[in-house]
């Protein structure tokens, strides 16, 4: 069938497959100096926000990843007190890192202004959060900033990008983890979105081996679903400093103070639960 | 953007969404007394069987969703030894079943044979267990099949059927879930593919409703990832007669005399680790 009336759809090579979602108005377009981004208006997924051709979010299922690329490297960390988020740049991650009471302090570091101030306006409830004071946002190079952080700053790194082409590319790469390392204090822990278990293995292998190349103790791969990325399920991957990945604060998560959409200790636990063809691909990474 | 070359493609009304899969060649189409079917090579699926228009299965992905359709329910029964499949005609959750070293007779209810005879053809491996002793194939009613079966005849009915429209209405019915809950025996556990659950809310509760109408004691609804289904996220729900679903046999599932590339005790918890959105939904059902 051929699809009648307007639709936004994106093709993934990869996956042989394409996505399409049906669209009221196309609201917003622009080319900023980084990236091409559009805004539309969707029947059934609310606001879509889409970057140089490829699904960034949706007002409809956003909760599932914004929700998994927060909690579980922060319930993982004993005490995450500095967090710092690259990319992320619709706030969505920020927002979920600021409900934990624990945190003193998150920095955002998004490459792109425009994305944030497209954000606050189609999607004002991802960006509620950024008048507490804990938060800072930057507008700048997220790989430069790590770069030139003091060592042993930070407890928790959320590499929050788009994929590995463009301006993400450098931080797919082992220089940066290298400096993540160093910002990271002893048991720090690192997290970035990690494209999908079933297409995308290509990059997520690499991604491990570049974590671990760079010094990195150990590593966790999470996969979960996300409706409107290719496949409709994604993966984020976890690299600790200096000790293993035993585990998370399995009580606190249960008695987090605010409410989720998608995250409980369960789904936690379910998402660190790899099916065996995937372990099989992921392993000796 | 458009397509180019040679797609087929699947619109989801309640999701406002499409998902396209790159098709090389159309090798079969065929209208059966029941449904349409259609069967595709696709350029990164292998083999796509289509009925009415809707993707029963691609040679890739359908391993999580015959995995899911038959190990949970038959690791939470303490000993599965006589099986009802209706539906299923592809026989891949026959297959699974049948890896079951406890199961001594899985009985096959599927209404329309050309399922099976194109599955034969197009998707070999799914059949290759059909010759097993203890299977039967039945191509008739499955609806008529359990209302003329035995009192307490059965441990374990899955019904692998397409959605609540067409052939497949009456899988969906009191009337139905009344006769399943008279031929188990005590104990005996149903489990159904419940639709998305971020789409399909509204027949999920249904479904639930309708369980619970006919007599059921438990119910139990399970998530997993199902890339070329809609939304990418796909839900079975089992319900049990005369006891609560508790836990299941994690000891002999991690046991496990055959491979599986989706199943684990892990993956069988996660599926059972509702995102609390659902768990609202699903709420007094």
Redesign the interface.
């Known amino acids: 069938?051929?699809?009648d009336g307007q639709?936004f759809?994106?093709?993934c090579k990869?996956?042989?497959?394409?996505?399409?979602?049906?669209v009221r108005a196309k609201l917003h377009e622009e080319q900023t100096p980084y990236q091409r981004i559009e805004i539309y208006d969707?029947?059934?997924?609310g606001h879509l926000m889409v970057i140089d051709?490829f699904v960034m979010l949706t007002a409809?299922?956003n909760?599932?990843y914004h929700e998994m690329m927060a909690h579980p490297v922060l319930y993982t960390h004993e005490a995450p007190r500095r967090v710092l988020v690259i990319g992320g740049g619709d706030c969505g991650t920020l927002r979920e890192v600021l409900r934990h009471p624990e945190v003193e302090r998150v920095v955002q570091v998004e490459i792109d202004e425009r994305v944030t101030r497209l954000a606050e306006r189609y999607f004002p409830e991802l960006t509620e959060a950024n008048g507490d004071p804990r938060a800072e946002l930057v507008f700048a190079d997220g790989i430069r900033w790590v770069a030139e952080a003091p060592e042993a700053s930070l407890d928790v790194i959320i590499v929050d990008s788009t994929d590995p082409i463009g301006p993400a590319e450098g931080l797919f790469n082992e220089p940066f983890y290298r400096d993540c390392l160093r910002v990271l204090g002893e048991g720090g822990l690192l997290v970035q979105q990690s494209e999908s278990p079933?297409y995308h293995q290509r990059i997520l292998t690499a991604m491990r081996r570049a974590m671990r190349a760079a010094g990195f103790a150990d590593l966790a791969t999470l996969?979960f679903?996300?409706?409107t990325y290719p496949?409709?399920?994604w993966s984020a991957t976890m690299a600790r400093k200096g000790r293993p990945i035993d585990g998370f604060r399995e009580a606190d998560a249960a008695a987090r103070p605010f409410?989720?959409?998608?995250?409980?200790p369960?789904?936690h636990?379910?998402?660190?639960?790899?099916?065996?063809?995937l372990a099989a691909a992921l392993e000796g990474t």
């Open positions: 069938m051929t699809l639709w759809t994106e093709r990869e996956g042989g497959s394409a996505f399409s979602l049906k969707t029947e059934a997924f051709g409809r299922d909760f599932v079933l996969h679903p996300q409706p496949s409709g399920w409410p989720t959409r998608y995250y409980t369960g789904t636990r379910g998402a660190l639960a790899l099916p065996p063809f």
